[in-house]
């Protein structure tokens, strides 16, 4: 039988109603303890009524440095699972997969909030903290931004640090689970710590968390098999960026190693989005144009990947399954526009989704 947009998906012991999925989007909304407010219950909730299979909780710091901004989501600490359980419980009773991406934003951490108009470092007087990377390097400064244009210079990370590191992603983990998560992402994508340590741009210790790619995966493949220890049974997921998209920077070729290992440690799904590492580097952003490096995953690292980016028609995304490209698909911005996107895209598919009850009076698109 044909893999269609909305077949079903199973990993582990977990099912998931559909292939289209909501990508992660922070939404700066969380209060001054990265605890979810009445934003993100209704804004992730109307996605469950959208149709979607699985809802992908935007960026949330394990630790509080770790947060890119001061409204970021958290999950640092006990009481972060009591306000995160209304609204994985109405995504469940709504028949969506609860999902959760754990982050650590490195030095690009201590940064305003873009829903402020301010970019950039916010300084220590206003709040800013001090943030932490591989090495101290500033973003900007691996593509010769000016200095003034720069982040503020990472703190490099000590054996101490790391090792915590591990730890924090680990209860995190734990943590998500108790709040009713049924899947976890680790981001090693866009920039951020674990990304960071992938990249020889950004990463040039000459330890063993620094040289060759197996050396620079060595982070996100320990947190994974770390994670993977403790939960047997939770699907995990990782984001990464396959490419810097500059010469020199992480490659393809180095994504399908770290894919492999992380495999080998015990991630289900690469989540394969590219970018975000080097500040303006030439991005070439047309429809679908990172699921060349998913597919290239799936085949040579042998593992399930899901497809992202400016991915808006439902017949584009059907094609992508279909032709067994990817296994998934995620939409971040399209969601945001149309947050019943799923139940539209089967509607013009012909293809079947569960449509909340309440709304049944409505349902079949007018053509
Ligand atoms: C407002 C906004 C917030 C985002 N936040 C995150 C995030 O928290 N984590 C992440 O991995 N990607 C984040 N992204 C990237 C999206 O998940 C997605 O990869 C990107 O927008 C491309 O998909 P699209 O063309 O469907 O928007 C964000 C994107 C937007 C527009």
Known sequence: MTTTLFTPYTIRQ???????????????????????????????????????????????????EGRITPSDLGIWDDAHITA???????????????????????????????????????????????????????????????????????????????????????????????????????????????????????NTRTDQWGGDITNRSRLAVNIVAAIRERHPEVPLFVRISATDWVDGGYTLDDATITSQLLRDAGADLIDVSTGGNVARAPIPAAPGYQIPHAEHIARNANIAVSGVGMITDPHQADSYIREGRVDAIMVARHMMRDPHFALRAADTLGQDVHWPAQYSRAQGFPA
């Open 84 to 202: 995160f359980t209304p609204i994985t419980q109405f995504l469940t009773d709504h028949g969506a997969t609860p999902a959760i991406q754990l982050a650590h934003a490195g030095r690009k951490a201590s940064t305003w909030p873009p829903t402020t108009g301010n970019s950039g470092t916010i300084p220590p007087t206003q709040g800013g903290w001090e943030t932490l990377a591989p090495s101290a390097l500033p973003f900007g400064s691996e593509s010769g931004v000016p200095e003034a244009d720069q982040y503020a210079t990472p703190r490099a990370m000590t054996e101490d640090d790391i090792t915590s590191v591990i730890a924090n992603f680990v209860a995190a983990a734990t943590r998500a689970i108790a709040a009713g998560f049924q899947v976890l992402e680790v981001h090693a994508a866009h920039g951020y710590l674990l990304h960071e340590f992938l990249s020889p741009l950004t």
């Open 14 to 64: 977990h099912t998931i109603a559909n292939r289209l999925w909501v990508a992660p989007m922070c939404q700066y909304s969380a209060d001054d303890n990265g605890m979810p407010t009445a934003w993100h219950q209704v804004h992730y909730g109307q996605f469950a009524t959208g149709g979607a299979g699985l809802i992908m909780v935007e960026a949330t710091a394990v630790t509080p």
